[in-house]
């Protein structure tokens, strides 16, 4: 039984021994080429622009409805929709600011 085991265990060395002799480097390129790492850059191009687009729309939108509503308010709430339209514009900034660092750390990519 002992004379069996060690049998097996040299052959198993041996073809270990010749696995790792004939193993072959394999060529490959890198990922910043892919499809798909080129596709997602540009999605996240394209996804910032729009961000930034849309912000700014939102940002003149709610701001002008806050002053609409500020005007047309009484003295308490006047103070209320002043601050609404102030956390609507730094709200709106925060979004641009946010999109602009997104595609700023995108463009290092490329």
């Not at 049998?7 to 270990?16: D, P």
Request: glycine share 6%; proline share 0%.
């Amino acid at each position: 039984m002992k004379n069996v085991i060690k049998k097996f265990l040299n052959k198993l060395k041996v073809v270990c021994v010749t696995l790792l002799c004939m193993a072959q480097t394999v060529g490959a390129e890198g990922i910043q080429n892919s499809t798909i790492a080129t596709g997602t850059r540009n999605l996240i191009e394209d996804i910032t622009a729009w961000m930034i687009g849309i912000s700014i729309v939102v940002t003149v939108l709610m701001v002008v409805y806050c002053l609409i509503r500020r005007n047309m308010a009484d003295e308490m709430d006047h103070k209320k929709w002043q601050q609404r339209m102030t956390v609507s514009l730094v709200s709106g900034i925060g979004a641009i600011a946010a999109s602009s660092v997104i595609n700023i750390l995108a463009s290092y990519y490329q």
